[in-house]
């Protein structure tokens, strides 16, 4: 009985102190930069899949066809700790697509080209549940501005050009950095940030 006393005692000051020991700073190094890259966002796939589906819709009625391309979401961000389980920064991200689009079924004339960026600027913080000397555990929350710049290539028409400001938000589901004074990390994400992304960076 009292070796099962002893043992639950253990096992239950054991649960206590881990949750303490998650919740230590990292280190003193509370600065962190980095960058990082990603196929593409939720918000850029739906504007690109949605033309998508209206030149398949257009090409369907007629000979001419389509091509889109991503150029990826590319990230740079600082975070200061603030808490020990609670970051405070901003993320800057460019993301960019083309669709060419042709006048005929083999793709040999070229009728018009169309380029999108996007730019976001999004103040984040981060929510820490593991942090450990090697490995961090955290999820996040981002709002911000962006801005769509398109640019219409025509080789049939006039050129044209557009703008617009949007409100920009994204959701970290999951993010893992592995490192101390340089890390890597890897994060999923929903909105303006890349679906999946991974890059490395610096604390100081």
């Known amino acids: 009985m009292l070796k099962k ?34 196929p593409v966002s939720i918000f850029g796939g739906f504007i690109v899949g949605t033309v998508d589906f209206f030149n398949a819709l257009g090409s369907s009625m007629s000979h001419q066809t389509y091509s889109s391309r991503y150029f990826g979401v590319y990230n740079l961000h600082y975070y200061r700790q603030v808490k020990p389980w609670c970051q405070v920064g901003a993320k800057f ?37 593991l942090n450990r000397p090697w490995v961090r555990l955290y999820s996040g929350v981002d709002v911000g501005l962006g801005y769509l710049f398109s640019n219409i290539q025509g080789f049939s028409k006039d050129d044209s050009k557009g703008n617009k400001f949007l409100p920009a938000m994204n959701i970290t589901a999951f993010g893992v950095n592995v490192g101390k004074g340089f890390y890597g990390l890897f994060e999923l994400n929903a909105g303006f940030d ?11």
């Open 5 to 38: 006393t002893l043992l639950l005692l253990c096992f239950g000051l054991i649960l206590f102190i881990s949750p303490a020991q998650a919740q230590k700073p990292h280190s003193d190094l509370l600065n962190e930069i980095g960058v990082d890259a990603g």
């Open 194 to 204: 890349s679906i999946v992304k991974v890059g490395i960076g610096a604390r100081f």
């Open 93 to 129: 991200t460019v993301e960019g697509s083309r669709i060419t689009r042709y006048t005929d079924s083999l793709q040999t004339a070229i009728h018009s080209i169309s380029d999108d960026l996007l730019f976001t600027f999004m103040p984040s913080v981060r929510f820490t549940y």
